[in-house]
Nanobody, 113 residues
Framework: QVQLVESGGGLVQAGGSLRLSCAAS????????LSWYRQAPGKQRELVAQ???????NIGDSVKGRFTISRDNAKNTVYLQMNSLKPEDTAVYYC???????WGQGTQVTVSS
């Protein structure tokens, strides 16, 4: 079955960096579109970044210029590199598979001011 396992979250000071990983199994990874979403307390889940099977990326406006998404098809893993982190980036970050729709369990990112 499909499994998405996120890792790399944690506590970081404002201005710092983190790299999230999402390891996928049970799918043909190289043909898949994957995304990172985040949800802060009391807010709706929002798209952070997406990468298609062709490597085309779409970055959310709130993180553009600070976050990048990449993939390693040999490792069945998608990454989210987060730089210049701000307190408002604090959220649970989720990995998403576009088709079939599937979500990971999420990883907490907390940015202190």
């Amino acid at each position: 079955q499909v499994q998405l396992v996120e890792s790399g979250g944690g506590l970081v000071q404002a201005g710092g960096s983190l790299r999230l990983s999402c390891a996928a199994s049970g799918i043909i990874f190289r043909l898949s579109t994957l995304s990172w979403y985040r949800q802060a307390p009391g807010k709706q889940r929002e798209l952070v970044a997406q990468i298609t099977s062709l490597g085309i990326t779409n970055i959310g406006d709130s993180v553009k210029g600070r976050f990048t998404i990449s993939r390693d098809n040999a490792k069945n893993t998608v990454y989210l590199q987060m730089n210049s982190l701000k307190p408002e980036d604090t959220a649970v970050y989720y990995c998403n598979l576009y088709r079939p729709d599937h979500w990971g369990q999420g990883t907490q990112v907390t940015v202190s001011s």
